[in-house]
C-alpha cells in the first residue's frame, strides 16, 4: 500500500549518518576460489528500524498502533499504562533531542509500531543496504519505497554550543578592550623607543661616586698604574660595566634588546581569561567525550545503546568542530607563547618597568652539514623564514625588576645581575676593575671597608651561583608544552572520543612513560650541575681593618680573605702573600695538585691566563696545604695566606663554565636539518592516507575525518622524543661503570661522529710523570760537554744546588707537591724541603747537614711565553747569593754568555730530543751582593743577563703502556690522530713514531721560525737537512692513496702560517703541533674545527682552553666531573678515547636503529593497517591494539636501545644521515618488503576455498563501530601478518655489529622477540583458546566452535559479528600463513645483513663512496 506522505525517516536518517566501506575491486561474496557464483546465505533476525511519520494515521494498517484494554501507545513506540513525560521523551524519532536542539519539522514525529525483525532468503551482501530496505519494507507493506522525505536536513540549532561561543565571543570582546587600552597607553613609549634602541652594546663606561675606600697601603707605580694618593682616595678601582671586549663580557651582553613592562589590571584578567577558555576548550572536550558515552546526567547510558541507535553523526560533527576550534586556539597559544604574557602588560621604558623582557639571538651550532641538496636548500629556507615568522629565532626571558636595600633597580639574567647605569641610561653587568700592575694590587691588601662592600655587592650581586631546578611538577609542565606533546594530546582526545580509549589510554601512558625518562634525565644532570655550581662556606675577611667571618656569598671583588687548609675556593682570587697548594682537578682536571704563589712587588702586569695563572686561585678548587710567608725579598709578609677576590659569581672561571652548560647554545647535527624533510614528507603521506580515507569510505564526512585523524596520529610513534634519548642514557651510565664521566649528555651522540683526535703529550700520550735519564754538565775550562751521566749532581756542586733549588715542589704530609718535572729533578738532588723556612723556602741539599741549606730568597715561576723559570738562592754555607735559571735548550741558551755555550750545543741537545728525551739546560751566575733584601731592586731581566751555561737536565718521556694500541685503534676506527704539546718538536716526532701516530718510514718535515715575522724554515728531522720547497715531498703517495711525509711546526711556524693563511693547506697535513702555547692550541683546534668533528685529550692544566674549544672534550682526571670539558676519565689513559668513540657510535647508531624501527612502525601502521583497514572495513581488535602500542613497541625500543657496544673501532663511522642512502636502503626496503608480503597475504586469502564466499560483507556494519570489525578472516591475517612484522621490525634493526656487540649478545632483546613471537605463534598455530578468544582470533561463538568440532569453551566469548560466527583459520592454512610470515621477516632479515649491512653495501663503498673528509690517519 503506497503512502506518500509516509516518512521513511529512520532509514533516511541511518543512510545519512552510517559510513560505509566500498571494495570497489571485487564483488563481497559474489565469487568463490573457482569463479562460480556463490550460493546466497539466509540471514535471519535483521532489525529493521523504526518508522516515522507526522500522524499515526499515516502508519502502514500492519503497523497500526495497537494496545491492550487500558494501555496507550506512547512516543517511544510501545504501550504502556500511562504515557508520562519521560517514556515521551524516549522518542525515537527525536533522536534523544529535546527542546531547542529538535528541529520544528521533527517535533511531531512519532514512530509506528515496531516493525518485526525479517529473514533474508537470499541475501546479496555486495547489495546489503537494498536487500534491508526491501525485506523490512515488504514487511511493513509498502509497495514504493521510492517517495521518501528526509527532514533531518534542515540544521540543528545550536543550544549546547551557545554558552562555549558566548564565553570565547566575551574573549574576544576583552581582548579587543585591551587591544585598544595597550595602544592608548603605549603610545609615548612607542614614540621614544622609535628614536632610542635599548641595546646593551658592549661600550665600556665608567662610574664615579665611588664610595670612599681608605687603608690601602700607599706603593707607587712606576710605570703608569694605579696611584694612591696620599688622602688614601683610590682612582682607578671604581666600578665599571663589564669590558666587552672581553671573551666573558661578549658572551653576556652581545646582541641583547630590552624592553620593559609593567602590570596592568585590564591585562591581568585578560591573562586568566585566556587561561579560563583555554580550561573550558578542553573541559569541553571532556563533556563532549563523557556524554558520547553516556556518563553525563540524563545522557544515553552505555555507548554500545548509543552506537546501535544510529544517531551520532551529529554529536560527532559537533565534537570534530569543537575538536579543531581547540587544536587552533592550543597552536594559537604555542606560537604566540614567547610574547603571550608581556602583550597582556603595557610596554615602558626599561628602567621604568616592573619586568625586564630580555631578547636573545638564538645561535646554533650546526654540525656535519653537508653539502645540501636543492631540496634540503629549499626545506630550510622555509624553515628559516617560518622560523622568523614565528619570532623562534630569538630567545625571549622575562626579568622581573628588583631593588637593593639602596634603591638601585636591577634583574637577574642567566645568573648574572644586570644594574641600572644612570650614566649610560641602561642597565648592564657590573665588574670592578682591580687594576693590573703587581703594585697597584697589592696596595688593596688591607681589604675594604663594609660601606665600600655593601656597595660592591649592591652592583655585582652576591657571590652564589643559584641553579634553579624546577619542582616535579613545573618540570613536566615545562616537557610537555614542547609541540611533540601538544600534537600527541590533541589527537588523543579523538581517540577517546570515539570509543577508542583503551589505545588513548596505552598511548597516554606511553607518552608520561617517554616524557617521564626525559624529566628524570634532565633532572639528574640538573641536580649534578647544581652541587658542582653552588657552594657557600664561612670564610675570614679584612674589613674595616678587622677580621671578620661571613659567608662566602657575601664576598665582593677587592676583599682580602684568609686561604686557609681544607678551603673551597667560591670565587676567583689573587694570592697576595704565602705559598698555597690547590687541587684544581674539578675545574681544569689537573690531576696532580698545584702550587701556587703571590704577587711579587714589582712593576710587573697580572695576567689570570698568562703568567699570573701561577698566583690565581680559581673558583670550583681546593686548598690542600698553605704555607705563610713571613720574610719576603721580593712580596708582602703576613702571618697568614692572603688573597684577593678578583671575580665573583658568573664572571669567575668556574663561573663562566657552570653558565655555559647551563645556557648551552643550541647543537644541530645534520639529523635536525634533514629530520625538515622527513616532517615534510609525512605530511605528504598524511594527507594520501586522508584522500584513501575519502576514497574508500562513503557516507558522513565527520566520520571518514575521524579516520583520517587516527592515520595522522600513527604516523609519529609517542615513544619518539624517549627513543632518540633512551641510548643516550644508556651509554652514558656505561662509560660512568669505566670511569668516564659525563656532564653534557648530547654531546655523547657528537662524539659517535669524531673525526679528528687532538692529544697533549705529556701526561697524556706519555707517563704523568717523567724518569730521571741524567744529564751533561759543560766543562767551564773548555767550554765542552762532559760525558753524559746518570748523576750529574754528583760531579759539580753548582749543578747539585741548581737541581736542589731551581724547581717549586714543596712537601704536602710528606708527599712532594709541584710540576712531575720538578718533582723528579729535586728527588734525583737527594735534597730535602726545609719544613720551617726563613724566607720563600729552604732545602737542605744532600747529607742534610745544615750547613748545606739554600734558602730562596726570591722566585720567578715558570711562565710558557718565556719557557722558563729562575731562582734567587743564598748559599747559607758560602753566603753567596746565586741565580740559578731553568728552561727550555732554547730558551737558556738565548740568556747565556755566548762564551759559556759550547759549539756542539744545538747538536747536542736536538740528538737528545731526537732520541725521545726531555731536554733541560741550567743557567748560572753569582751575585756581587751579599744582602738578600737588596734582590728586590732587581728586576728578572737584570737577574737572568749574563749566565753561565751550567749543563743539561735529561728525562725520559716514556709512553704509557696501552698509548700504542690505543692509537692503533683509533686509527683502525678512521679516526686522525694528532699531538698537540707544548714539548719540543723532536721529541713530539719520536713520540708520534713510538707510538705509532707517525709510521716508522715516514718522513717527517719540521717547520719552525724564530718570530711570526719570518718565514717558515722547513727540515727534515732525520737528517736536519733543510728543505726548501715541501710540495715535492706531500706529493709522493703511498699504498694507501696518501702522502708518504708528515708535517710538524713549532708554535711559532703555526702562528707564522695561520697569519698568511697558508694553514689552510697544510692543517690536515701536519702531525705534530710542538712548543704550542694555552692560546695556541685553542687555535689549532678551532682551525681543526672547520673540517669535522674534532675531539682534544688532556690532562688539564694548560689544556683547558682546547678541550672546552673541541666539539669533544675528555681530560684525564681523577675529579668524577671536571666542568672544563664534557667528558673526564679517571682511568687516565688514552684508552678512555677508544671507550667514548666506542659508546658513543653505539649510542648513536641505537638511536637511528630505534629512529628507524619506529619510522617502520608508522608506515606498517598507517600504511599496510590503515589501507587494508580501509579498503575491507576492517580493523584490529582492541586488545592487539594493546599489545600493539602498549607491549611490543614500547618493549623493543628499550631492547634495541639495551645493545652493547663493538669490541673494536669499524673504520667507518654511523651514519647520522636520516635520508643518507643507508637509512633509506635500510627502511624503505624493509617497508617495501612488508607491502609486498602484506598484499601477497590478502592474494593467498582469496585463493582459499574457506575463505570465498565468507567474506567480511562491508555494507553489513556500520564502519563507526570500529570495535566489531575485527570479527572476521581480513582482520585476522592483517593482525597476523601486521604483528610479525612490528615484532621484526624491532628485531631487523637490532642489527650493527660495526658499532654495536653481536645481534645474538643483546639478550634483552632474544628474550623479548622470543616472548613476543611464541606468543603470536601460539595464538596464530593453537586451535581456538583463551588466548586467541581473548583477542578474537582463531575464535568463536561458543556454539558454533562446538558445532565445528572444538570442545565448548568454559570461557566467556561474546557473539561474533559476522554471519557464519567465527574466524577459525584452518589447521593446514595456519601452518602456511604462519610459514609465509617467516618468509616475510626472513626477507627483510635478509635485505638487512646482505644489502644493508653486507657485501651489497661494501660493494658500494668502494665503487661509489660518499664524499666525506678524506685526511691521512
Request: aromatic content about 10%; glycine content about 8%; some cysteine.
Amino acid at each position: 500500500m503506497a503512502r506518500p506522505l509516509l516518512l521513511w525517516a529512520a532509514v533516511a536518517a541511518l543512510s545519512a549518518q552510517s559510513v560505509y566501506g566500498s571494495q570497489l575491486w571485487h564483488d563481497v561474496n559474489r565469487y568463490d576460489a573457482h569463479g562460480n557464483e556463490c550460493k546466497l546465505r539466509e540471514v535471519r533476525g535483521i532489525v529493521c528500524k523504526p518508522l516515522c511519520v507526522s500522524d499515526l494515521a499515516r502508519c502502514p494498517e500492519s503497523l497500526q498502533p495497537s494496545c491492550p484494554d487500558g494501555q496507550s501507545f506512547c512516543a517511544d513506540g510501545a504501550c504502556h499504562t500511562k504515557c508520562t513525560d519521560v517514556i515521551q521523551a524516549l522518542n525515537p524519532c527525536h533522536c534523544s533531542r529535546t527542546g531547542d536542539q529538535l528541529p520544528s519539522a521533527a517535533r511531531s514525529l512519532v514512530p509506528c509500531m515496531a516493525i518485526p525483525n525479517v529473514t533474508i532468503e537470499h541475501f546479496r551482501p555486495w547489495d546489503a543496504g537494498r536487500d534491508i530496505r526491501s525485506a523490512c519494507g515488504a514487511k511493513a507493506g509498502i509497495v514504493d519505497q521510492s517517495k521518501t522525505v528526509a527532514i533531518w536536513g534542515s540544521g540543528w540549532p545550536g543550544g549546547d554550543t551557545t554558552a562555549t561561543f558566548a564565553v570565547n565571543g566575551a574573549l574576544a570582546l576583552i581582548l579587543s578592550l585591551w587591544g585598544v587600552n595597550k595602544r592608548w597607553a603605549e603610545r609615548n613609549v612607542r614614540k621614544t623607543a622609535t628614536a632610542t634602541t635599548y641595546t646593551i652594546n658592549g661600550t665600556q663606561t665608567r662610574r664615579s661616586g665611588n664610595p670612599e675606600t681608605k687603608g690601602f697601603v700607599k706603593i707607587q707605580d712606576d710605570i703608569g698604574g694605579e696611584v694612591i694618593k696620599p688622602n688614601g682616595e683610590f682612582i682607578h678601582g671604581a666600578a665599571s660595566t663589564l669590558d666587552m671586549g672581553t671573551a666573558t663580557a661578549n658572551s653576556l651582553s652581545r646582541d641583547i634588546k630590552l624592553c620593559g613592562y609593567r602590570n596592568h589590571i585590564l591585562g591581568t584578567v585578560c591573562v586568566w581569561s585566556v587561561a579560563l577558555v583555554t580550561a573550558l576548550w578542553i573541559c569541553y572536550m571532556g563533556v563532549w567525550t563523557a556524554d558520547y558515552y553516556g556518563a553525563l546526567p540524563g545522557s544515553r547510558f552505555g555507548s554500545y545503546y548509543s552506537l546501535g541507535l544510529g544517531s551520532l553523526t551529529l554529536q560527532s560533527s559537533t565534537f570534530l568542530v569543537v575538536w579543531m576550534l581547540s587544536l587552533v586556539f592550543l597552536l594559537t597559544l604555542y606560537i604566540l607563547k614567547p610574547h603571550l604574557r608581556n602583550y597582556f602588560r603595557v610596554r615602558t621604558l626599561p628602567a621604568h618597568g616592573q619586568y625586564v623582557c630580555v631578547v636573545r639571538p638564538i645561535r646554533e651550532i650546526k654540525l656535519l652539514s653537508d653539502k645540501a641538496s636543492w631540496v634540503q636548500r629549499r626545506v630550510n629556507l622555509i624553515t628559516e623564514r617560518l622560523v622568523a615568522l614565528l619570532s623562534r629565532d630569538k630567545d625571549y626571558t622575562t626579568c622581573l625588576i628588583e631593588k637593593t636595600s639602596e634603591g638601585r633597580i636591577y634583574f637577574n639574567y642567566q645568573c648574572t645581575r644586570y644594574v641600572y647605569d644612570d650614566q649610560i641610561q641602561q642597565f648592564a653587568p657590573f665588574e670592578f676593575d682591580l687594576g693590573s700592575s703587581h703594585r697597584g694590587l697589592l696596595a688593596q691588601a688591607v681589604g675594604l671597608s663594609t660601606k665600600d662592600a655593601h656597595y660592591r655587592q649592591e652592583l655585582v650581586g652576591p657571590n652564589f651561583i643559584d641553579v634553579k631546578i624546577p619542582g616535579i611538577f613545573a618540570a613536566f609542565a615545562r616537557e610537555l608544552v614542547s609541540f611533540f606533546y601538544i600534537y600527541q594530546c590533541i589527537f588523543l582526545w579523538a581517540y577517546y572520543f570515539n570509543a577508542y580509549y583503551q589505545i588513548g589510554l596505552v598511548d597516554t601512558g606511553i607518552i608520561l612513560i617517554s616524557a617521564t625518562i626525559k624529566v628524570i634525565l634532565r633532572m639528574l644532570s640538573e641536580r649534578r650541575l647544581k652541587r658542582m655550581a653552588e657552594h657557600e662556606e664561612s670564610i675570614l675577611v679584612s674589613r674595616d681593618g678587622q677580621w671578620y667571618q661571613v659567608s662566602s656569598k657575601d664576598l665582593v671583588p677587592g676583599d682580602v680573605i684568609e686561604v686557609v687548609s681544607g678551603a673551597y675556593m667560591s670565587c676567583d682570587c689573587i694570592l697576595i702573600s704565602g705559598n698555597a697548594v690547590m687541587d684544581e682537578s674539578s675545574l681544569t682536571g689537573e690531576p696532580l695538585s698545584v702550587r701556587k704563589f703571590p704577587l711579587r712587588l714589582d712593576n710587573g702586569h697580572y695576567n689570570a691566563m698568562g703568567s699570573g695563572k701561577m698566583s690565581t686561585l680559581f673558583a670550583g678548587t681546593s686548598v690542600s696545604q698553605v704555607q705563610p710567608v713571613q720574610k719576603s725579598a721580593d712580596g708582602l709578609e703576613s702571618p697568614r695566606v692572603l688573597a684577593l677576590v678578583k671575580s665573583t659569581g658568573t664572571m669567575s672561571e668556574k663561573g663562566q663554565l657552570v653558565r655555559q652548560i647551563l645556557f648551552p647554545s643550541r647543537i644541530s647535527f645534520i639529523f635536525n636539518e634533514q629530520m625538515r624533510i622527513v616532517v615534510f614528507i609525512l605530511i605528504l603521506y598524511a594527507i594520501f592516507v586522508m584522500g584513501m580515507a575519502v576514497y574508500f569510505y562513503k557516507g558522513d564526512v565527520a566520520v571518514i575525518i575521524f579516520y583520517g585523524v587516527f592515520a595522522l596520529s600513527q604516523l609519529v610513534s609517542p615513544l619518539l622524543p624517549a627513543a632518540m634519548v633512551i641510548g643516550q642514557s644508556i651509554a652514558a651510565s656505561r662509560l660512568r661503570r669505566k670511569q668516564i664521566f659525563c656532564i653534557d649528555p648530547q654531546r655523547i651522540m657528537i662524539a659517535g661522529k669524531v673525526q679528528i683526535f687532538c692529544f697533549d703529550k705529556t701526561g697524556t700520550l706519555t707517563k704523568e710523570g717523567l724518569e730521571f735519564h741524567g744529564g751533561q754538565i759543560v766543562d767551564p775550562a773548555s767550554t765542552t760537554f762532559a760525558s753524559f751521566t746518570e748523576d750529574p749532581a754528583a760531579t759539580n756542586a753548582l749543578f747539585r744546588q741548581a737541581m736542589a733549588s731551581c724547581h717549586t715542589v714543596t712537601d704536602l704530609n710528606g708527599q712532594l707537591i709541584g710540576n712531575p718535572v720538578d718533582i723528579e729533578q729535586f728527588r734525583a738532588s737527594k735534597a730535602a724541603i726545609d719544613p720551617a723556612p726563613k724566607y720563600i723556602d729552604a732545602v737542605l741539599t744532600a747529607g742534610g747537614s745544615e750547613k748545606g741549606k739554600l734558602h730562596i730568597v726570591r722566585r720567578f715561576e715558570f711562565v710558557h711565553a718565556r719557557a722558563s723559570m729562575s731562582v734567587v738562592v743564598l748559599d747559607e754555607a758560602t753566603g753567596k747569593i746565586h741565580v740559578f735559571i731553568k728552561g727550555s735548550f732554547e730558551r737558556v741558551k738565548s740568556v747565556c754568555r755566548a762564551g759559556s755555550v759550547p759549539r756542539n750545543y744545538d747538536s747536542v741537545c736536538v740528538n737528545l730530543a731526537y732520541a725521545g728525551c726531555y731536554v733541560l739546560a741550567f743557567a748560572h751566575k753569582t751575585l756581587d751582593v751579599t744582602d738578600p733584601s737588596s734582590i728586590k731592586e732587581f728586576s728578572q731581566a737584570e737577574l737572568e743577563a749574563d749566565c753561565d751555561l751550567l749543563g743539561l737536565l735529561v728525562f725520559r718521556n716514556n709512553l704509557k703502556p696501552d698509548t700504542a694500541d690505543a692509537i692503533a685503534e683509533l686509527k683502525r676506527g678512521s679516526t686522525r690522530t694528532v699531538m698537540i704539546t707544548g714539548d719540543n718538536a723532536l721529541t713530539g716526532v719520536f713520540i708520534a713514531r713510538e707510538c705509532g701516530m707517525v709510521p716508522q718510514r715516514n718522513r717527517v718535515l719540521l717547520g719552525e721560525c724564530r718570530s711570526p715575522m719570518e718565514e717558515v724554515k722547513w727540515v727534515d728531522v732525520d737528517t736536519m737537512l733543510p728543505v726548501d720547497d715541501i710540495e715535492p715531498y706531500l706529493d709522493n703517495v703511498g699504498f694507501d692513496g696518501f702522502t708518504t711525509t708528515e708535517l710538524a711546526v713549532s708554535g711559532t711556524a703555526f702562528e707564522r702560517l695561520c697569519a698568511t693563511g697558508a694553514i689552510d693547506s697544510l692543517l690536515l697535513k701536519i702531525r705534530i703541533f710542538a712548543r704550542m702555547k694555552p692560546m695556541n692550541k685553542v687555535d689549532c683546534v678551532e682551525a681543526h674545527m672547520k673540517y669535522g668533528i674534532i675531539a682534544m685529550c688532556g690532562d688539564g692544566g694548560n689544556d683547558c682552553g682546547a678541550l672546552r674549544a673541541a666539539h669533544v672534550g675528555i681530560a684525564l682526571s681523577d675529579a668524577e666531573a671536571s666542568v672544563v670539558s664534557p667528558f673526564s676519565s679517571a682511568d687516565r689513559s688514552i684508552n678512555s678515547c677508544v671507550e667514548l668513540l666506542r659508546e658513543s657510535r653505539a649510542s648513536l647508531a641505537s638511536s637511528f636503529a630505534n629512529f628507524a624501527a619506529l619510522i617502520c612502525y608508522g608506515q606498517v601502521m598507517c600504511g599496510m593497517v590503515k589501507m587494508a583497514g580501509f579498503y575491507f572495513a576492517i580493523s584490529l581488535t582492541q586488545n592487539m591494539w594493546l599489545l600493539i602500542d602498549g607491549v611490543i613497541a614500547t618493549s623493543l625500543m628499550l631492547a634495541i636501545s639495551m645493545s652493547g657496544s663493538a669490541k673494536r673501532l669499524d673504520k667507518y663511522r654511523p651514519t647520522s644521515r636520516i635520508l643518507g642512502p643507508q637509512m633509506l636502503a635500510s627502511v624503505g626496503g624493509v617497508v617495501m618488503i612488508n607491502w609486498v608480503f602484506s598484499t601477497m597475504a590478502y592474494v593467498w586469502l582469496f585463493q582459499q576455498e574457506w575463505f570465498r564466499c565468507n567474506e567480511h560483507a562491508t555494507a553489513e556494519v556500520d564502519v563507526k563501530k570500529w570495535w566489531l570489525l575485527g570479527d572476521n578472516y581480513e582482520a585476522s591475517i592483517l593482525s597476523f601478518v601486521s604483528t610479525f612484522q612490528f615484532i621484526n621490525n624491532g628485531f631487523v634493526f637490532n642489527y650493527g655489529y660495526l658499532y654495536r656487540a653481536r645481534w645474538y649478545k643483546n639478550y634483552a632483546m632474544l628474550l623479548v622477540w622470543g616472548f613476543l613471537m611464541a606468543f603470536i605463534s601460539y595464538m596464530l598455530l593453537a586451535d581456538p583458546n583463551q588466548v586467541g578468544c581473548a583477542f578474537r582470533l582463531n575464535c568463536g561463538t561458543p556454539s558454533v566452535l562446538e558445532s565445528l568440532g572444538y570442545k565448548k569453551p568454559t570461557w566467556t566469548i561474546e557473539a561474533y559479528n559476522n554471519p557464519q560466527g567465527h574466524n577459525v583459520i584452518p589447521t593446514g592454512s595456519r601452518y602456511k600463513l604462519w610459514g609465509y610470515c617467516l618468509g616475510n621477516m626472513a626477507a627483510t632479515n635478509f635485505w638487512q645483513l646482505f644489502v644493508v649491512n653486507g657485501p651489497v653495501r661494501n660493494f658500494l663503498r668502494k665503487r661509489k663512496p660518499l664524499d666525506r673528509l678524506r685526511t691521512k690517519l
